[in-house]
């Protein structure tokens, strides 16, 4: 005697493989994320703030990708970012992330730079570190990086 019957079996064959169908689809495609100086152990410099991150779950490499990229300050819907679209052209090979780092006047900050002594020796103005960095912290408060939309092209191999 069977524990379920022959329609029994196929209706919970075809369930589950609906089921792990379905979760499968959750994850593939090409992912995109937008952060501040950057995550997961990577980190933008101060001079280029926005970090782009491209995960891509297909079998296909991604030649480029054009990002539709908004800053938002204090939860308005405001565009405060000079640029609106980014073009990340690191090749992405399938099931990989990659990263790059992108300038936006909106994060502008004066340039520090090391002075040179009569002696030979670089002279550091910690002050002047400190102050670029506070300048910094001041323009990224309260933002939010949004990515409205994005277009991958494939490479066919």
Not at 108 to 127: H, I, M
Request: proline content about 3%; aromatic content about 12%; glycine content about 6%.
């Amino acid at each position: 005697m069977s524990f379920l019957s022959d329609g029994k079996k196929w209706f919970a064959v075809i369930a589950l493989l609906l089921v792990v169908g379905a979760t499968l689809s959750q994850f593939y495609g090409v992912r995109v994320v937008a952060s501040l100086r950057g995550q997961e152990g990577y980190r933008c410099p101060i001079e280029s703030p926005i970090q782009i991150s491209v995960r891509n779950f297909t079998f296909s490499r991604i030649a480029r990708l054009t990002v539709g990229l908004e800053g938002w300050r204090d939860s308005r819907s405001d565009n405060i970012l000079d640029g609106r679209r980014y073009a990340f052209n690191v090749v992405v090979e399938p099931f990989r992330s990659r990263v790059a780092c992108y300038h936006d006047k909106a994060f502008a900050v004066p340039e520090y730079k090391d002075k040179l002594s009569s002696t030979g020796r670089y002279l550091v103005d910690t002050a002047a570190v400190i102050d670029q960095v506070n300048q910094y912290r001041r323009l990224v408060e309260g933002v939010e990086l949004v990515v409205l939309d994005y277009q991958p092209t494939f490479l066919d191999d």
